[in-house]
């Protein structure tokens, strides 16, 4: 029987990308954002056939075009198949966004 990949769900923790405090101060908080959300997302939701939904958070925070695109190649390696960002802050959406 072949074995069915089930799309999963990256989350993005998106951040201000300003250096000197500010990044800094907000990393541990959008990094505990995206975790969260990862487990509301594991504990309530189902797949149609019953198969808990799996979550790809990315490796860092993202604050910019370089880290947006290590995302992206990470989901695409993961089968996701659709993304939530996650930010307590601001953020320049050109650089971040999923595109």
């Not at 504990?43 to 799996?54: T, V, W």
């Amino acid at each position: 029987m072949k074995k069915i990949s089930l799309p999963k769900i990256g989350i993005r923790p998106v951040i201000d990308g300003r250096r000197m405090g500010v990044r800094e101060s907000l990393e541990e908080q959008t990094m505990n954002m995206a975790k969260a959300t990862a487990a509301l997302i594991a504990e309530k939701l189902r797949h149609a056939c019953g198969a808990q939904i799996e979550c790809v958070i990315a490796d860092s925070c993202i604050a910019g075009m370089a880290e947006s695109a290590a995302c992206e190649e990470k989901f695409s390696s993961q089968n996701v198949g659709v993304t939530i960002t996650v930010t307590p802050c601001w953020c320049y959406g050109s650089e971040t966004i999923d595109m």
